[in-house]
């Protein structure tokens, strides 16, 4: 199994910074996308950024140009530098990977996710 842990979320002022770390742990063969998707309330799931194995990176127009997202390969972590928030970005964020397994079959797995705040 696998699991994904989240930390870094809270509570921050409009125009102000977080990081959000996401750890993957288990037995798997390779990842070979790691992301982050985040739900306000009373909207839909929406795709932050990603990463594959090789540093493809895709971001949402949202958020282009104040998140960065990076990964160590060799320590099975993504990280989420979120720059000039604002409250918006008042959301869960959950951290998102698909995962190569022993088999190699291929599964998507999540983080219990962890909440930001942006007050104004």
């Known amino acids: 199994q696998v699991q994904l842990v989240e930390s870094g979320g809270g509570l921050v002022q409009s125009g102000g910074s977080l990081r959000l770390s996401c750890a993957a742990s288990?037995?798997?063969?390779?990842?070979?996308?790691m992301g982050w998707y985040r739900q306000a309330p009373g909207k839909q799931r929406e795709l932050v950024a990603r990463i594959s194995s090789s540093g493809t990176i895709d971001y949402a127009d949202s958020v282009k140009g104040r998140f960065t997202i990076s990964r160590d390969n060799a320590k099975n972590t993504v990280s989420l530098q979120m720059n000039s928030l604002n409250p918006d970005d008042t959301a869960v964020y959950c951290c998102w990977g698909t995962f190569v397994s022993t088999t190699r079959s291929v599964n998507d797995y999540w983080g219990q996710g962890t909440q930001v705040t942006v007050s104004s």
């Open positions: 288990g037995t798997f063969f390779s990842i070979y996308v």
